[in-house]
């Protein structure tokens, strides 16, 4: 997939035309917040629409016939890259909002590993897993590393994503977390979408902190964490919390510090085992990611609050796990709930919001409506990016995806095959070769 524009040029007027779906994810019941419940279904829907936009943003959303009637459009129908959808279906770009994209080796020794019966934590213990990540990228330049993140997004947008969380935490050093950092935004600088970029240097404590865990988080709260937000280079500090990971405490005294220092927090939980929830909402999390165990209590907490529970299904399929996060259990009790490929070298290696949905709805019981909400404006709440991301409307980014569909039910239908046609991302355009 190719850009057509550097993203230092003000991108110019576009007019996508004779969309046969347009799903714009307007709210129908103008209720504010994340997407609950029934509001998952509502996607906005309309037939033969239009989406003009220009400077990088939404001006209107219409019918098509209105479309070439505005004046506007009609005194500069020359200057204006017309875009003839044929029916195609038109959606918000995905909001990927959990991806590990910093890293420099597939685990292929321990795919083959899990194909003969050893577990993720087994895995782990006997030298592979995160662990095993961490050299490559210690090794590794800032220009490599930034190569890599580019390819990564550039394959993305191919599928239809426009905006990309993405986590350093496969260095766990100082200098290694901080080079991750600059690296995913000097790739950020040359891709036209939109990047939020996280640290997570609590991953898992590294080989030469095994006994004494404190003195490691010490560093992630005293070193990496201030110097992330002095510098600028992060929005977020994640923690892995669960067995073999961090504990609840460590991850505690991590939001703490990045509360002090103004960075929001977001967290791995309940991947491996329950973690108690309620307590670290006093943090207001931005979103709580997996969720594969998690209380009757917490989920009754978090359907009264605003912290998204982000569920990446490609890790349990990729780890061959019989069972998924219960996203029906969740949705049913008002939870808001987001998609996201957890895209990483250990249990996700993809980046297709599209495979994430289908499974998704083969495997969880979602309906592709509810899959298409928890993957843009769900995204977009767990980024806390509302006021720019998520739906298709006056005034915010110029983020759209064209799949050649006749009808949205099928993006996670045809799985395995990408039929995203054209991306647009922040009003540049990235069409297939
Ligand atoms: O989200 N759970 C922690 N982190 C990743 C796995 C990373 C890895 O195995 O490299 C995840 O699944
Ligand atoms: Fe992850």
Redesign the pocket.
Known sequence: MRNTRAKTETPKPLLLANIGQLLTLRSQSGHSGPRRGRELNELGTMEGGAVLCNAGKVVSVGTTKDALRDPWVKKRRKQITEIDCSGKVVIPGFVDS?T?PV?VRP?LV?FEKRIEGAT?EQI?SAGG??RS?LEGVRSATKTALQEKVLQVLRDMAAHGTTTVEAKS??GLTLESEIKSLEAILEAAFQWPGTVVSTL?GA??VPKEFQDCSQKYVEIVCTKMIPQAARRKLAQFVDV?C?KG?FTADETAQIFESAAKHGLKVRG?MG??TETALTPFLRFKPASF??MDHVSDADISRLSESDTVATL?PG?NYFLGLKGYPDARRLIDAGVPVALAT?Y?????PTISIPMAMSLACTQMKMLPAEAISAATINGAWALKMTNRKGTIEAGKDADLAVFDVKDYREIPYWYGVNRCSMTILNGVIAAAD
């Open positions: 959990h590990h890293f685990r321990d993720y782990a897993g995160i990540s935490g496969y997570l991953h898992v892995f669960d990971a791995h991947q491996l990611d997996h990446v890790a957890d990483n070298p250990g249990t996700s």
